[in-house]
């Protein structure tokens, strides 16, 4: 899922002809923040909006929102094995 974000964020920041240095400074994003995004590493909210902002690309948060919510539903469904114990009921 941060991969994929990663690559989204580096294709719109190519496809608008900018350099990393260019779009952390533009953003008032860190650079390694940028670069750790990139290598899918995520970074957080704030900043992945910030970047998004400065590619004039806003527009698009909900539905890479939509995206990411439909990866995360993907990948906690896959990972679980079994359900837990059901929990003990505390005496008064």
């Known amino acids: ?8 964020v580096r294709h719109l920041r190519l ?3 900018i350099s990393q240095k260019d779009l952390a400074s533009g953003s008032g994003v860190g650079l390694s923040t940028l670069k750790r995004l990139e290598n899918g590493q995520g970074c957080n909210l704030a900043a992945l909006v910030q970047l998004l902002v400065a590619l004039n690309c806003d527009d698009k948060v909900d539905v890479l929102f939509a995206q990411l919510a439909e990866d995360v539903a993907g990948s906690r469904a896959a990972i679980r ?3 837990s114990s059901p929990r003990k009921a505390v005496d008064p």
């Open 81 to 83: 094995s079994r359900a």
């Open 15 to 17: 496809a608008h002809n």
């Open 1 to 8: 899922m941060l991969c994929r974000l990663g690559k989204q």
